[in-house]
């Protein structure tokens, strides 16, 4: 049986008047139940990470060398373009929510869940990928718990995020294991 206290919609009227008031606002409207200037705060960190693995990825893409490299260099190429994607996601809703991304590289660390290492070797460059993958798979996971209902599309859209990191990780995983000869995970 439904809960007829609360209404699935607001009457057509409501939602129209609602929406010609407060325009300056653009996407965020009274019914937005997230903070959000601490949204942005935290998608600014998002985008910091997003970043460092787009460099470290293109930088592990272009100097991984020895006899196997080549097709580790390419998964490295293909996971710094969906990086990428990331960071364009995250961009695009700190802009939704009236903030300006913050792209300048002063501070890119500091603000950032994952470091930049370059790992030395081609088994070291995977490792320290697979490493930046762990921490973002939970910090992601950490995040949409936190948006929760408050902000359905801020959590979707990390959603999404996690599912490719977590594919990332596996690959990263998978590459370790072939280049070291051991299996990893536990059975």
Known sequence: MADDTKPFLSDVKTLRDRARKHLEGGAVTDTYKGDVKKTIAILQSVL????????RYTMHAIAATGISSEGVKKEFAEHAGEEQEHMM?????????????????????????????????????????????????????ELIRYFGNDDPATRVMLEEILEKEEEHANDMHDLLVAHEGRPMLKS
């Open 89 to 141: 996601m995250v961009a695009e809703r700190i802009n939704q929510l009236g903030g300006k991304p913050d792209f300048n590289p002063e501070g890119l660390l500091t603000r950032s869940a994952s470091q930049y290492a370059e790992g030395g070797d081609l088994v070291g460059m995977i490792r320290e990928n697979l490493i930046a993958e762990r921490i973002a798979v939970d910090h992601y996971r």
């Open 48 to 55: 910091a990470t997003e970043i460092v693995c787009v460099l």
